[in-house]
């Protein structure tokens, strides 16, 4: 098992792995008259040997490479499921869960359509790959938890702009030259106007968080964040057994290993 340790630091370590891992053990002429070994215990071995290799070396997290891949563990939401069991190719239709996730491509953000496996990385951060609304699967990605993924932004209405503040940190419509996104950005100065219920004549002068680039905009361009004082992300489940962290929405690698 060290060997095979050594073997797979750079590669997933996944359920299928684990069980074929198990039969072989299991029908080796060492564990005759024992009983046979499961994909659960080959799953738990690698993962305890990882905190382990973690633990020797916290100024240098880059050097242990293993993945585990927990793609076969069921995960949910605070309520509502949000990562399923899958199988294959199969994909899992959340977008009623209303998340959004970063695109590393273009640092904007786009609406979650299915949530296709989840992983965690030597480092103890998990990852998720995610099928954007709209998108195929050439556009898939991989994305941290929890910096780039969060509840979806929300539109205002014309009568809700007094919903927006200076400094508030809002998610503005970008039309640019080749195409037309949503990327994160600070409200620095707001002209409001008298108007009514029907259109908002307000100005917001924003500045993009990845690029400082500043703009003035109009309301339609807006959607505020659900909360400003932090955003919701999955709640993970691992092997039937619900973890809470001290934030209930927050994944730490404490709470996937116990």
């Given at each position: 098992?060290?060997?095979?340790?050594?073997?797979?630091?750079?590669?997933?370590?996944?359920?299928?792995?684990?069980?074929?891992?198990?039969?072989?053990?299991?029908?080796?002429?060492?564990?005759?008259?024992?009983?046979?070994?499961?994909?659960?215990?080959?799953?738990?071995?690698?993962?305890?040997?990882?905190?382990?290799?973690?633990?020797?070396?916290?100024?240098?997290?880059?050097?242990?490479?293993?993945?585990?891949?927990?793609?076969?563990?069921?995960?949910?939401?605070?309520?509502?499921?949000?990562f399923e069991d899958l199988e294959g190719d199969q994909?899992?239709?959340?977008?009623?869960?209303?998340?959004?996730?970063?695109?590393?491509?273009?640092?904007?953000?786009?609406?979650?359509?299915?949530?296709?496996?989840?992983?965690?990385?030597?480092?103890?951060?998990?990852?998720?790959?995610?099928?954007?609304?709209?998108?195929?699967?050439?556009?898939?990605?991989?994305?941290?938890?929890?910096?780039?993924?969060?509840?979806?932004?929300?539109?205002?209405?014309?009568?809700?702009?007094?919903?927006?503040?200076?400094?508030?940190?809002?998610?503005?419509?970008?039309?640019?030259?080749?195409?037309?996104?949503?990327?994160?950005?600070?409200?620095?100065?707001?002209?409001?106007?008298?108007?009514?219920?029907?259109?908002?004549?307000?100005?917001?002068?924003?500045?993009?968080?990845?690029?400082?680039?500043?703009?003035?905009?109009?309301?339609?361009?807006?959607?505020?964040?659900?909360?400003?004082?932090?955003?919701?992300?999955?709640?993970?489940?691992?092997?039937g057994e619900q973890t809470v962290p001290a934030d209930?929405?927050?994944?730490?690698?404490?709470?996937l290993w116990g």
């Open positions: 098992m060290e060997n095979i340790l050594k073997e797979t630091r750079d590669k997933s370590i996944d359920q299928e792995f684990c069980q074929k891992l198990a039969e072989s053990f299991s029908s080796s002429a060492n564990r005759a008259g024992k009983s046979p070994l499961t994909s659960e215990q080959v799953l738990s071995w690698f993962q305890d040997k990882q905190n382990m290799m973690l633990a020797c070396l916290p100024s240098s997290p880059a050097a242990v490479q293993l993945c585990i891949d927990l793609s076969g563990a069921a995960v949910s939401g605070s309520t509502r499921d949000c994909e899992n239709d959340v977008s009623e869960l209303a998340f959004e996730a970063k695109s590393y491509r273009d640092y904007a953000w786009y609406d979650v359509g299915s949530f296709l496996s989840y992983r965690v990385l030597s480092t103890g951060e998990v990852e998720a790959r995610v099928r954007f609304a709209g998108y195929g699967k050439a556009d898939d990605e991989w994305v941290n938890v929890k910096t780039d993924i969060r509840e979806r932004s929300i539109p205002l209405e014309p009568s809700e702009c007094q919903r927006v503040h200076s400094s508030d940190l809002v998610l503005c419509f970008r039309d640019g030259l080749y195409q037309a996104i949503y990327h994160d950005a600070h409200v620095i100065e707001i002209e409001r106007k008298q108007h009514d219920e029907s259109e908002c004549t307000c100005i917001f002068k924003v500045r993009y968080v990845h690029d400082s680039f500043e703009e003035k905009v109009n309301l339609q361009r807006l959607c505020c964040r659900p909360s400003q004082d932090g955003d919701r992300q999955p709640l993970l489940l691992i092997q209930p929405f927050l994944i730490t690698s404490q709470s």
